[in-house]
């Protein structure tokens, strides 16, 4: 079988809300939003703002989209680019989204949600491309087909969320957001991100920060980094940046972590990396 490419594009890097302005135009200013590619297959990690720009570059590259998208938990920042994804508007286009349930809210009542009539012009049930659902939960083992399999872990984020990690031929991505760390690092978190190749994790505070936010469901670089290293991981991507992050102060956190873990490098939209 030949070995087909496993690649991993940033098309939002941010928490909480899209911050666009002269201040973020280097990381920039969408929300959670990550193509990994393996070979013609797609999957997508979360559905913030930067999934439309993916839907635009999609549209230009392909007549005919499928796809699988996986949505970490329903916080607005994860879902909210999803009613401006132009491919899922498109008769003949597939996509099958991922998602937790939640207490009397199934996952497809979850993502519907956002776009009943009183938020949003066009149902979910409209958008004319076909879309399914399927329930995930902490712990899940998928065989998506093709030798590429699918492991989750649930994080510590109010009201839930689930980690992604995907597997093919040897080579694996890691998608931890969301979640705040513990006084020691997390051993299910350390065995789900053993001998990764790509580790992405929220890094939306730092150290001195943190103390302020103590519940918000965060964690730092600092602590990224002690997974990593703990784990085992080769290559560590900050990820998740505060809204308030400008471009110089990410600068300097990057360059202050690379200190720490040299492989290491903050999530920048346009970000492309190959496993």
């Known amino acids: 079988m030949t070995k087909r490419n496993f690649e991993v594009t940033f098309w939002g890097v941010r928490g909480s809300l899209p911050v666009p302005g002269p201040h973020t135009i280097k990381y920039g200013g969408n929300t959670s939003c990550v193509q990994v590619q393996i070979g013609q297959r797609l999957f997508i990690m979360d559905a913030g703002t930067g999934i439309h720009h993916l839907g635009q570059q999609l549209l230009k590259s392909q ?3 499928s796809g699988e998208i996986f949505i970490s938990h329903t916080h607005w920042d994860h879902i909210q680019g999803f009613p401006f994804f132009a491919p899922a508007f498109i008769k003949g286009n597939r996509f099958v989204l991922y998602g937790q349930s939640k207490v009397n809210s199934t996952f ?4 519907r949600g956002q776009m009943t009539y009183q938020h949003f012009p066009v149902s979910l049930g409209e958008m004319g491309a076909s879309i399914e659902f399927h329930e995930l939960d902490s712990g899940s083992k998928l065989d998506l087909g093709e030798q590429i399999r699918l492991r989750t872990v649930h994080t510590n984020h109010p009201n839930g969320s689930l980690a992604y990690r995907l597997d093919y031929d040897g080579r694996s991505c890691c998608y931890i957001t969301d979640t705040e ?9 350390k065995a789900f991100c053993e001998e990764t190749d790509l580790m992405i994790y929220d890094s939306n505070y730092t150290d001195e920060e943190y103390p302020r936010f103590l519940g918000y469901g965060h964690s730092t670089w600092q602590e990224g980094i002690k997974l990593a290293q703990a784990a085992g991981a080769k290559k560590l991507v900050l990820f998740h940046h505060d809204k308030a992050r400008s471009d110089g102060e990410m600068d300097k956190i990057e360059k202050e972590a690379q200190r720490c873990f040299p492989n290491c490098i903050a999530a920048r939209e346009g970000l492309v990396i190959n496993l």
């Open 63 to 65: 007549s005919q989209i």
């Open 108 to 111: 497809a009542d979850l993502m």
């Open 181 to 189: 760390h513990y006084s020691c690092v997390d051993p299910r978190l």
